[in-house]
């Protein structure tokens, strides 16, 4: 773990512009050297990779996975909905955005399940996620921040950010953000120095065109070197250290080229309005991802856990309020986006710490190398040790190592082996979290929803069968099956649609478990009631 500090500690007293070249570490302690930084450093990487290795449950990474398969078997992108029978046509640009807008992860998802297997999928999962927090420990370290300190910074995010270890083409979009960041500053360091490194006119451009062929969320990057760009406009405009001729000259093409190369996806500009359009759209209310932070975290039963998020991003962005002055425009508007974004939408919260703490620690690694110093490196111990071992107990209680890698107290795998072997007639109407998995399994029997979300009508109507109101849409979409968990989530409540249907006698029980429950139209033909319909009712009301 050879770091970059050493060579910021050789530019500790010089008047260099750049924050991060000031700050450095000058311990006389055993931290210091090279095997100890290792072995902390290999320990919190174990840790970070045990805890990622939770086994797959239920979300998007289903219908992500059906996609690739779908492309691979086809040859091509899918130009209409392949998995529900209730998508309308023609798609808005929504609806098309999701359906092609991730071509490259879907694949790379498919084909590592037909290598792999689903031990393999969480074994991508957890590269992924390591690599991410990896990226940005080097970051910490690159700053000047002792890197025992920056793993101990990297070990506790993990805790908070939980909910975001699923295999999601979205990894791709943290891991890309970061590495833009990154990049530009370096770009930006060497030209400021009169060492232009002419290679990232070629490797931010790469990047780009991967990016935006893996996940929507390139427009991300886009927007990070246009602020970039425009913040050296205004250093020219004001003559404030700005870059030579030459230097801004580079800066303008290495935006423009890298912009336009990412256009070259299978949705092309469409991805750029669609996912703004996306945030103002009806889905924006009803998709729990939309939510501000602070309410999504209520809303799980876990207000805490926002409040602490969200304080970690606004410390550190208040403290830079203290050296506003040395703060660069660029920054300053990077950190409004994503503070803004992150608040606003949980969906935004974890670029939103990572990107903060990245630009905050170029300020502020200084200082509390300093402070930390003067504790003879104690109190630095004592935050690893409580990082790595909250760390390291939770990563060995959820890890999937030893056990199946399937999260098998949500993934409804028995009931929907019922319905592969039985085969009933009719179309299925599901309940919406199994949407993706029963795709996936079921293939190429298309369902009525799943989290993709495509069409606001087909999620009205499952709203209405969601409240027990389900005749009108059972009869136009033409139902012979209904698929649904008896217990509505999160409340524990008998479900208002299996309620009506026992009293339905129109409709039987093909299987049932004690969580789900599958009926099937009788008058339909090749149905048949499998199981006694009144002992069923008599053992969920007794429950």
Known sequence: MKSDYKETRKHMESAESNPAEKSAWLPASFLDKPSVRWIFGLITFVFIFIYHTY????????????????????????????????????LDARAYLILRGYPLSQLLFFSTYTLAGVPGLVLLKTLLMTLFY???????????????????????????????????????????TLLVLQLIERFLFHEKRGSPQRHYLFLLPAIMLLWANLHRGFIIGIGILFVYLFAEWIARKKNCNPLSDDAYRRLVILTIISAAISLVNPVGVTATWASFSEVSGPFSQVIDEFLGTLRYFEFIGMKQVGYWIVAIAAVPAIALLFKWRQVSLAHWLVLTAFLGAGIMSFRFSLLMVTVVLAVACIY?????????????????????????????????????????PLETAVIPSTAVDYLAQ????????????????????????????????????????????????????????????????????PSGKLSRLVAGLLNDPQWGVGYYDGRDIIFMRNDINGNLSLLNKSKVAADILRQ
């Open 55 to 90: 086994p797959l449950g239920l979300s998007d990474f289903w219908w992500h996975l059906n996609t690739g398969r779908w492309i691979w078997v086809n040859g091509g992108m899918p130009s209409g909905d392949p998995f529900l029978f209730s998508s309308a046509s023609p």
């Open 134 to 176: 990896g990226l940005l420990w080097n970051h910490f370290r690159r700053s000047g921040l002792h890197p025992i300190l920056a793993l101990a910074i990297v070990g506790l995010l993990p805790l908070l950010f939980f909910r975001f270890d699923e295999l999601r083409p979205q990894i791709f979009s943290f891991i890309f």
């Open 364 to 404: 502020l690694a200084r200082d509390l190398n300093r402070w930390l110093d003067g504790t003879k490196g104690m109190v630095m111990i004592l935050l690893w040790c409580l990082s790595v071992g909250l760390l390291a107990n939770s990563a060995l209680s959820r890890t999937s190592l030893f056990t199946t």
């Open 422 to 489: 039985a085969k009933p007639a009719g179309n299925i109407f599901n309940f919406f979290e199994y949407g993706g998995y029963l795709s996936w399994r079921l293939y190429p029997q298309k369902i009525f929803i799943d989290q993709r979300n495509l069409s606001w009508n087909t999620y009205e109507e499952y709203s209405q069968c969601w409240r027990g109101d389900y005749v009108g849409v059972f009869h136009k979409q033409q139902i012979g099956i209904v698929f649904y968990p008896v217990y509505e989530r």
